[in-house]
């Protein structure tokens, strides 16, 4: 008996460039070793590619938006970002603002982003994610966990924009979340380049096996 081929579907995974202390951006690193690769579950494959994004306000409005419609046919978005030492952290949601954090451009958004509410959530159920990384994975409390603060910077300006982006009557759609990375290195809290793209692809496969 023939067995049908499953559907392939296209996820992006976007990290930053280099700002302030950060002359490697870790989640450009992560986003590049994922880039090319390809995640098969029960339901369906999925092909892995990156996209690198500046650390400032209105380029990230002019690339991101169009991501969420034609030609593109991203079903997943999933924007990587360094933030504090510690576990790799899935955010549950974005705030509109206040951004007060300068850029790489030494500016500041004219008040709040746009037209929208005040948070967007992502419609990814990242706890039953967590759960299933601790039964699948082995996940433990230093690897991965819940996070409910993006930061209100570039990272957090990303995540509202591509949650408002996605339910737009126009757009694809796509299921959005984003994911925080600690700083690389083997200090107290930081993690290697090899188990940092190795949680992230992990909790790749927990979104779209669960979404």
């Not at 951004?99 to 948070?119: A, F, H």
């Not at 993006?150 to 995540?159: I, P, Q, R, V």
Request: net charge negative; with cysteine; charged share 25%.
């Amino acid at each position: 008996m023939t067995q049908s081929k499953k559907p392939v579907e296209n996820a992006l995974v976007t990290g930053f460039a280099p700002f302030g202390p950060h002359n490697i951006n870790p989640s450009w690193e992560v986003a590049k070793l994922l880039s090319g690769t390809t995640m098969t579950t029960d339901k369906q494959s999925v092909l892995i590619s990156s996209l690198l994004l500046p650390v400032e306000y209105q380029p990230v409005v002019d690339i991101v938006s169009p991501l969420h419609r034609e030609p593109h046919q991203y079903k997943y978005i999933f924007h990587i970002g360094v933030g504090l030492d510690g576990p790799v952290e899935m955010e549950t949601l974005a705030r509109n603002g206040p951004y007060q954090k300068v850029d790489n451009r030494n500016e500041i958004p004219d008040g709040n982003y746009t037209k929208g509410p005040d948070t967007l959530y992502t419609k990814v159920d990242v706890e039953k994610v967590l759960e299933w990384g601790k039964k699948e994975k082995k996940w433990d409390a230093e690897d991965v966990r819940v996070c409910a603060d993006a930061g209100l910077y570039l990272c957090e300006w990303t995540f509202y924009l591509s949650l408002r982006e996605s339910q737009e009557k126009d757009t694809k759609h796509a299921t959005v979340l984003f994911i925080h990375v600690p700083t690389m290195g083997d200090g107290k809290g930081q993690k290697s380049l090899q188990k940092m793209t190795e949680l992230v692809r992990e909790i790749i496969e927990g979104v779209i096996s669960h979404t």
